[in-house]
């Protein structure tokens, strides 16, 4: 299996149009799945450049439709490349959840990134309905969030880097994807969170994960759309590399 290069698309930022833009350069620089994010002005687990550009998208545009509307037409200009949203659970239910699920399944996006829940309802009746729920478990793999990616049925999301405490005898990145592999009966773990250079890529690569999560540096290089791609190609070349 290919290392995968997962590129994360903040919907509405700067504008729904330059959303679209974006998914053109993240096509041709070899994106291997888009990472769509939902955008909320309470994105209180993401850092602090994607909870920024979530709330100018919301600025720009609040009507939820026209970010549907988008999301059909990136499907539509790149079938081949599948699509994962990002969304946290007070934006499911504001939306409503059979709404939620039905736009999903209409556009045969089956994966999902749900983050905040803690009862595990909606990811319960995400799954019920045919989807697939990724969930991210932290670098220092507490207990409760290694259950929820265990219990749930998509690829698990690692946080790449420690922030500061680690579990003891899991100090490495490559010990952390080992357990959760075993735990998680060997579904794929890919990392992201504190990755931003190629070197970053290739440390993940070597630890034995199946792809990278790219966010924060594609979001700097945005507004310079020549730096953009050769940042992109140089990770691509990464990726595909026989390390």
């Not at 939820?64 to 990136?74: A, D, G, L, N, Q």
Request: proline share 5%; net charge negative.
């Amino acid at each position: 299996m290919s290392f995968k290069m997962i590129c994360f698309l903040p919907l509405g930022y700067p504008t729904l149009d330059d959303s679209l833009a974006l998914a053109d350069m993240y096509a041709a620089g070899g994106c291997d799945m888009i990472e769509v994010g939902w955008p909320t002005d309470n994105a209180y687990l993401d850092s602090e450049t994607v909870r920024s550009s979530m709330a100018a998208a919301l600025q720009n545009c609040s009507d939820p439709e026209r970010y549907f509307e988008t999301i059909v037409r990136i499907r539509q200009k790149h079938p081949d490349i599948p699509l994962i949203l990002l969304v946290y659970d007070h934006s499911v239910v504001e939306l409503g959840e059979e709404k939620f699920m039905g736009f999903c399944r209409a556009q045969g996006i089956d994966r999902l990134i749900l983050v905040g829940e803690k009862d595990g309802r909606i990811k319960k009746e995400m799954m019920r309905n045919g989807l697939e729920v990724t969930c991210y478990v932290p670098f220092h793999l507490p207990d409760e969030e290694v259950g929820a990616a265990v219990d749930s049925n998509g690829f698990i999301y690692l946080q790449a880097k420690p922030a500061a405490e680690v579990k003891p005898g899991f100090e490495t990145l490559e010990a952390c994807i080992r357990f959760l592999k075993e735990e998680a009966a060997q579904r794929d773990i890919y990392c992201g969170v504190g990755v931003a250079t190629s070197e970053d890529v290739r440390m993940v690569k070597q630890a034995g994960a199946d792809g990278v999560f790219l966010g924060s540096p594609l979001l700097k290089r945005i507004s310079d759309p020549p730096e953009l791609q050769r940042y992109l190609h140089e990770v691509k070349t990464v990726c595909m590399s026989g390390i």
